[in-house]
């Protein structure tokens, strides 16, 4: 019978595919959390220097920074990518509490502080944001701290996006690691008491200060940076800078390599090149204004040095913990 | 003599078992992972579900935002469906192909256009547009054209000698009343039906208006923390209403079929000293749903270096969309144009209730199900290649292709078919050489349907292309995190060139059509 | 033996009882026309005979053969080599006429230069040897019912059913084509088996008439 030959060959080539996956010695998949407009250069970049095909995964807004990561997750028994680029360290380290990500010690990662690595070299953090208080050039008020959201002056006058999502939550969580959680809670309160207005993001937290509506906000350094280049009234204050001061919560990038991905090797050099002092000279070039890690790296004039900045003293896996502990609380404070 | 299994029934077990493949096996596995937990049935996930305090405020949302679009769609679209079909008003075509335009591009771009409006204009409160009333402003602008297209097709479809005897009776306003309406109300009916299936699993308006509904709950469930079992958990309310709305369907369309054939020349009623403020009502409409927000959002994209930013950005996602849409396009005529061949006689009940089951069940409920099915080592050819893609256009769109072909099958004289077989013709000699020619124009309006359908689809892009892989409208939506205006300006116009071309060809074919030979 | 017979056939459409318990012996070559008014059950018989439905209850046998057994033993038209006319002639509009000829003659792997031949030929019988060209819609409604004739004919059946093809024809017209098909009848042999409800057709081509009335030979 013709039918049943070709019904056989058909289940040999079947079982011939699905045995022996290809895998091309020169793609590299990655997966980003880190905004497309900025992440794809640098990868494109990367494909033009080593002749290397970059196939990405990117996350959208609404799924923003966990779209990819739970695809991760998801896929751990077959793995699909070689490299995760997490927009903030707390991805990263949710990959590595699952087993997904495997240690990596880049040479490129030589020169990058301690605390913005994994201790046991599961993700290497680079090009960072920081959360800044944004102020409106006209307003009375000169906030220093993020204390000023409980003072008098500020009532009603201060934004704050939603703390259930994106940076704003890491920020809570590093207040509730440092101070611990009665401190903490007692703050959240007071500047929900002050009449914080709580915006849907830290873009729409922008526009309220660009425009006046507000006096100050806190917000993510890439936003701050961007409205001051086009020129609106707006000043940037790096907040809680005296010596015993909190320090400015850094939220860098990070990049880890998938356990069991299929270009291990080419994702190995997909991360030298990402934690190079070049891709951080780019990054902060380009309109993400993104803080070098390394020292040296040429910066334009909007930005400061990582030495030049208090930063706060936070491990990035407690504040990961923390996040998910304090969700009920944030709940109930955004009154969702 | 013994019974031999005859090569049209080995077809349509093949067909069927495609759209099994596609659509009815993610959608099963899913439904029973969200009942089975660690070996053993548990309600856990719904009991979470319903106890979460954002259930029922969210089902509550979905319910009373599809119910407002689809009221809205029914108050602007049926008036103007029976304009465009039985009034001598000029220009009716091009008022009808106007309008049809939000229709064919990807649902967030009004969204989109409006929020450049609202930019534009300064209004830095828009509370109007993020929330309930932006919502339907812009849903029902995107479903509208489903209503009025079915109500021109149904309204045109009514005998023009039952009208004509009408007329003769009583002037055209009872006519309208009296015989036209309530002859094409199934086909009117349905496009309402569908409007609300269609605007229940809308996701990408919604959660870029920030109006928080079912499906966002789901898709964030999923892509938040794939958790399957929650994500699924929250998609069966949606599935079980895109049920009971096919139902309904069923049950209003009983004993009924399509036939777009018009006998006589039927109504037409004379607008005279109405047309201009017809014409009018009709412009502003136009304007207030389609010009108006898509200039706003086309507006930035005439800029040289914007255009080449956005052709080195997506240039590849262009071809691989129109490449992907295109083989979608053929799969799904070619599934649609035998399953509506192979139940013409038999089983069309049963298969337009299940491709259309499959047409209402939200694009990222069936996109979870699929990769669920397919994501294990042995499947790789299937999860990591747009194979995954084309399996989710295929179960989502083959309604569409089946009911067309279906529509031009019963155009057919089954006599033509009777001959061949006596004729000595085999099955496929009788597919190949009479209906494939005399069904040209409905293959050509299925494909293109199709394509444009699968190029415009957002969830499926979104959650079901493979790495490196993704196709136009998911680039442009993840782009749009920090991204120029004027780039994704220049995206979208891009987009909406590469669906309106065919729209174009679609419009031309069906003008053909209307022509009798 | 009889060439064409049904046992006790019983046929019903939804609710619509059309053939009960009908017997009907048809002997070869014979012109058998069935006769009377609409909805008596005519047109069914002729389709159970082309195999174009299948008997609920009863027995057909073609030359002693079962092709039809109360759905059990089913012959398929395209099978049964038998030729028919329909009411609305049925004629490909793709199609030219030497095209709608040679189909069915392709479809039966008739070898090419054999079935021209016998397209020719058959043109030729019909008078249409001008018009192989034309499509269906360029011809006269007499021309039409020619090709339909020669269609039906070409692949040499032994039974030819025809469905009042001639209702839509000036008394005229009728009566030439109805003169051909005597000649064809001659000269080919075939069982005709021909419906209508026209006395003059009946009486201008019957060997034998049969009444039908609800369902049954009256």
């Known amino acids: 019978m013709r039918n049943s030959i070709s019904f056989v060959v058909a289940l040999a080539l079947i079982a011939i595919l699905t045995s022996c996956r290809p895998t091309s010695s020169r793609t590299v998949v990655v997966y980003v959390s880190e905004d497309q407009v900025f992440s794809e250069p640098i990868l494109k970049d990367f494909e033009r220097d080593t002749g290397t095909t970059v196939k990405s995964v990117f996350d959208t807004e609404e799924s923003k920074s966990t779209g990819v990561m739970n695809r991760l997750i998801a896929e751990k028994d077959n793995a699909q990518a070689d490299v995760y680029w997490a927009n903030e360290p707390v991805r990263a380290d949710a990959l590595k509490q699952r087993g997904v990500s495997t240690p990596y010690v880049s040479p490129s990662a030589e020169g990058i502080a301690d605390q913005f690595k994994d201790p046991d070299h599961y993700w290497t953090g680079f090009s960072a944001r920081a959360r800044l208080l944004l102020v409106n050039a006209r307003s009375t008020i000169k906030p220093a701290s993020v204390m000023a959201y409980t003072g008098p002056s500020a009532k009603g006058r201060a934004a704050i996006a939603n703390p259930l999502f994106g940076t704003t939550t890491d920020y809570v969580a590093a207040l509730f690691t440092i101070w611990g959680d009665d401190h903490a809670r007692t703050f959240m309160n007071d500047i929900k008491k002050n009449g914080v207005k709580m915006t849907t993001s830290n873009g729409e937290s922008t526009d309220f200060v660009a425009t006046g509506q507000v006096d100050f906000s806190l917000v993510d350094s890439d936003d701050a940076v961007n409205l001051k280049k086009q020129g609106k009234p707006v000043e940037i204050v790096y907040p809680d800078q005296d010596p015993n001061g909190l320090g400015v919560l850094i939220l860098p990038n990070a990049v880890a390599l998938i356990k069991g991905g299929p270009h291990t090797e080419n994702g190995k050099r997909l991360i030298d090149y990402l934690l190079s002092k070049e891709t951080e000279r780019k990054l902060a070039f380009a309109d993400c204004a993104q803080i070098p890690l390394h020292s040296g790296v040429e910066i334009p004039p909007e930005i400061r040095r990582i030495e030049d900045i208090k930063t706060m003293r936070v491990s990035y896996a407690d504040l990961a913990r923390k996040m998910e502990e304090i969700q009920p609380f944030l709940k109930e404070w955004a009154g969702q | ?517 | 033996m009889n060439h064409i017979e049904l046992d006790g056939v019983s046929k019903t459409f939804g609710e619509r009882v059309v053939l009960s318990d009908l017997s009907l012996k048809i002997e070869k070559a014979e012109r058998l026309v069935l006769f009377g008014p609409s909805g008596s059950g005519k047109t069914t018989v002729l389709r159970l005979v082309a195999g174009l439905e299948v008997p609920d209850k009863g027995e057909i046998r073609i030359e002693g053969r079962i092709v039809a057994n109360s759905g059990k033993n089913f012959v398929p038209p395209e099978k049964r080599n038998v030729g028919m006319v329909f009411q609305d002639l049925a004629l490909w509009p793709h199609m030219t006429v030497q095209q709608n000829l040679m189909f069915g003659l392709n479809a039966r792997r008739i070898q090419k230069r054999e079935a021209e031949v016998r397209v020719r030929e058959m043109l030729h019988r019909v008078g249409l040897e001008h018009r192989t060209e034309a499509k269906p819609h360029q011809l006269s409604g007499g021309e039409q019912q020619r090709v339909a004739l020669a269609r039906a004919l070409v692949s040499r059946p032994s039974i030819l059913l025809m469905d009042e093809p001639l209702s839509s024809l000036e008394e005229e017209r009728k009566c030439a084509i109805a003169s051909d098909l005597l000649d064809l009848h001659s000269q080919f042999g075939f069982t005709l088996v021909y419906v209508t409800h026209d006395r003059a057709e009946t009486d201008l081509l019957a060997s034998r008439v049969c009444q039908m009335r609800d369902g049954r030979v009256a």
């Open chain 2, 1 to 517: 003599m013994g019974r031999t299994v005859r090569a049209e029934t080995i077809v349509l077990w093949l067909c069927l078992a495609v759209v099994a493949i596609a659509g009815l096996a993610p959608i099963a596995l899913m439904v029973f992972e969200s009942v089975w937990h660690n070996g053993h049935f548990s309600l856990n996930h719904y009991r979470e579900l319903i106890l979460t305090a954002r259930f029922w405020p969210l089902l509550g949302n979905s319910i009373r935002l599809a119910l407002a679009t689809a009221t809205v769609c029914g108050l602007i679209g049926v008036p103007t469906g029976i304009f465009f079909a039985k009034s001598d008003l000029p220009l009716r075509s091009g008022f009808m192909w106007l309008l049809t335009v939000p229709f064919v591009l990807p649902p967030y771009f009004i969204a989109l256009g409006w929020s450049r409006v609202v930019a534009r204009t300064g209004v830095t409160t828009s509370d109007w547009l993020f929330g309930f009333g932006g919502c339907v402003l812009v849903l029902s602008s995107v479903f509208l054209p489903i209503v009025t297209l079915l109500t021109f097709a149904s309204a045109s479809n009514v005998d023009g000698r039952l009208e004509e005897a009408g007329r003769l009776a009583s002037g055209w306003p009872a006519v309208v009343r009296r015989i036209t309406l309530p002859l094409s109300a199934p086909g009117i009916l349905f496009s309402l039906v569908l409007v609300f299936l269609l605007a229940i699993g809308e996701l990408s308006v919604p959660s870029f208006l920030r109006y928080p509904v079912l499906p966002v709950l789901s898709f964030t469930q999923f892509a938040a923390s794939y958790n399957f079992g929650a994500a699924t958990a929250a998609a069966v309310p949606l599935a079980a209403l895109a049920f009971l709305g096919v139902l309904i369907e069923a049950a209003l369309l009983q004993n009924r079929v399509y036939t777009f054939r018009s006998i006589g020349c039927g109504l037409v009623i004379p607008l005279d000293r109405w047309k201009p403020f017809v014409a009018a009502m009709l412009g502003l409409l136009s304007v207030a749903l389609v010009i108006l927000p898509l200039s706003a959002l086309f507006a930035d994209a005439f800029s040289l270096t914007a255009m080449r930013e956005a052709l080195q950005r997506a240039g590849a996602s262009v071809v691989r969309s129109v490449i992907y849409s295109a083989i979608a396009a053929t799969i799904l005529m070619t599934l649609g144009f035998l399953l509506g061949h192979l139940t013409r006689d038999r089983g069309q009940r049963l298969v337009n209730f299940l491709t259309l089951s499959l047409f209402a069940i939200p694009g990222t409920v069936l996109s979870i199900g699929l990769i669920r099915l397919w994501n294990s080592p042995m499947t790789w050819l299937i999860y990591t290649t747009p194979a995954l893609l084309m399996l989710g256009y295929t179960a989502q769109y083959c309604a569409v292709t089946t009911r067309l072909s279906l529509a031009g099958f019963f155009l057919i004289p089954k006599t033509l078919d009777e001959a061949a077989r006596l004729s000595g013709a085999s099955w496929a000699r009788r597919l190949f050489r009479i209906f494939v020619p005399l069904s040209t124009r409905t293959l050509i309006c299925a494909w293109l349907a199709a394509y444009i359908l699968c190029l415009r689809d957002v969830p499926l892009a979104l959650m079901t292309a493979p790495p490196g892989g993704d196709p136009l409208p998911a680039r442009i939506l993840t782009l749009m995190a920090n991204g120029a205006p004027s780039l994704i300006a220049s995206l979208c116009l891009i987009m909406a060139i590469a669906s309106l071309v065919p729209l174009a060809i679609l419009a031309r074919v069906i003008r053909a059509q209307a022509i009798p030979a």
